[in-house]
């Protein structure tokens, strides 16, 4: 059995999920009273305290964290982070239990940092920063699998700003509509909840049916948000995304040359290295909030349809092995399976 601990984001949680499907073992889920009860309902799953900053619920988290581990007797313990992470890898520390970390990021989390010092193994979706270079493996992160389709690759451009939206990023396409008209690319818009309403009122004098919006000869799809988005992704010519881990992966597995714009204000600056690292690899293009206006964003995409097969042979190479296998054929030589 392997336990994977995570919590607080779907992007700590999804990817734990992925890779929990894929071992030949059991697994079993430790957490707290997150995101993580609700998207990890019908998984093996056992809540207990925590606390980002109260030493009362954390020392508690930790033996809870103990006990669990003596009864279940996991070969490892993986965690994948947020706060709730933390007792529970201290708890196999203790119990001289393998820790692993999956670190989505370019740059490593509190957590991570913390407890890369006891880890047995690091698995990075990036190059490894502030990490013991001698137990890090560069694997990605774990996404589901796609059925990819040459001929589904539709005229279709997809914009999303994360789960929250991007109110600057939902902007400034509105403001370039009648430019991107040129390209003849049909749009997909995930607005987020928070602007979806906005959006949606300014294009009210078009033509429209339901959630499709009819603008000078393109059909704009608008939603707050697309569950799971990579059902979607198959289809999708071009991207224009925020530079979120998990978005970044997923859009990578699905082929998607993408414009990564990256939210400025994350923790470290880490969507900027994120997507720094898979431009250099030819795999979409990168350009900072405050370069982009509608012209420069027209001129870009222009310019990545023009260079569409450069962009194809950079995800191409990316996408040689998944992370998925990469983890599994770590495990398994460690005998950890």
């Not at 930790?62 to 992470?85: C, D, E, N």
Request: proline share 7%; hydrophobic share 45%; with cysteine.
């Amino acid at each position: 059995m392997i336990v994977f601990t995570c919590g607080g984001t779907g992007g700590h949680i999804a990817p734990a999920i992925t890779l929990a499907q894929e071992l030949p073992v059991d697994y079993l889920f430790i957490g707290g009273n997150r995101l993580e009860k609700k998207m990890l309902q019908g998984f093996p799953f056992v809540e207990i305290d925590s606390s980002a900053k109260n030493p009362v619920l954390i020392l508690k988290g930790i033996f809870q964290s103990i006990r669990l581990l003596r009864i279940h007797h996991p070969t490892a313990v993986f965690s994948k982070g947020g706060y709730v992470s933390f007792p529970v890898s201290v708890a196999a520390i203790l119990l001289r239990i393998p820790l692993l970390i999956l670190e989505e990021n370019s740059i490593p989390g509190r957590v991570t940092r913390w407890l890369a010092p006891f880890a047995a193994l690091i698995f990075c979706a990036y190059p490894a920063h502030k990490l013991p270079a001698h137990k890090t493996v560069l694997s990605g992160n774990p996404v589901p699998r796609m059925a990819l389709v040459p001929s589904l690759k539709r005229s279709r451009l997809l914009v999303m700003g994360g789960s929250q939206g991007a109110s600057k990023l939902n902007e400034l396409v509105l403001s370039a509509l009648p430019l991107l008209t040129v390209l003849e690319l049909d749009i997909i818009w995930l607005t987020g909840e928070k602007n979806y309403a906005t959006i949606t009122q300014k294009l009210l004098a078009y033509h429209h049916s339901g959630s499709s919006y009819s603008y000078d000869g393109l059909q704009i799809d608008i939603y707050p948000f697309y569950d799971p988005v990579t059902e979607l992704l198959p289809s999708v010519k071009l991207c224009i995304s925020r530079a979120g881990a998990m978005s970044i992966s997923e859009l990578t597995a699905a082929h998607v040359p993408t414009l990564y714009v990256p939210f400025p204000f994350a923790a470290d600056n880490h969507q900027y290295y994120n997507a720094l690292h898979v431009t250099t690899l030819n795999a979409g293009r990168l350009c900072v909030e405050a370069d982009l206006t509608p012209v420069v964003l027209q001129n870009t995409l222009a310019e990545m349809m023009d260079q569409y097969a450069v962009y194809e042979k950079g995800l191409n190479a990316m996408n040689q092995e998944s992370a998925v296998e990469v983890i599994l054929k770590e495990l398994a030589k460690r005998d950890l399976l």
